[in-house]
C-alpha cells in the first residue's frame, strides 16, 4: 500500500466517523434547530 492510498483510506475511515457521531447525535437528540442557533446569534451578537 502506497502512502496516497492510505492517506485516502484514512481520511474515508475520518469521513465515516463524523457521520456516524451526526447520526448518534441525531438520535439521542443532541441537535438544534439552524434557525432558531441563529435567531439566538443575530440577537447576541446583533450580525
Do not use: Q
Not at 5 to 34: C, F, Q
Amino acid at each position: 500500500m502506497d502512502i496516497e492510498y492510505y492517506e485516502k483510506t484514512l481520511g474515508k475511515i475520518y469521513e465515516a466517523k463524523l457521520v456516524n457521531e451526526g447520526l448518534a447525535d441525531l438520535e439521542n437528540g443532541k441537535v438544534h434547530d439552524g434557525e432558531e442557533v441563529k435567531a439566538r446569534i443575530t440577537k447576541k451578537y446583533g450580525i
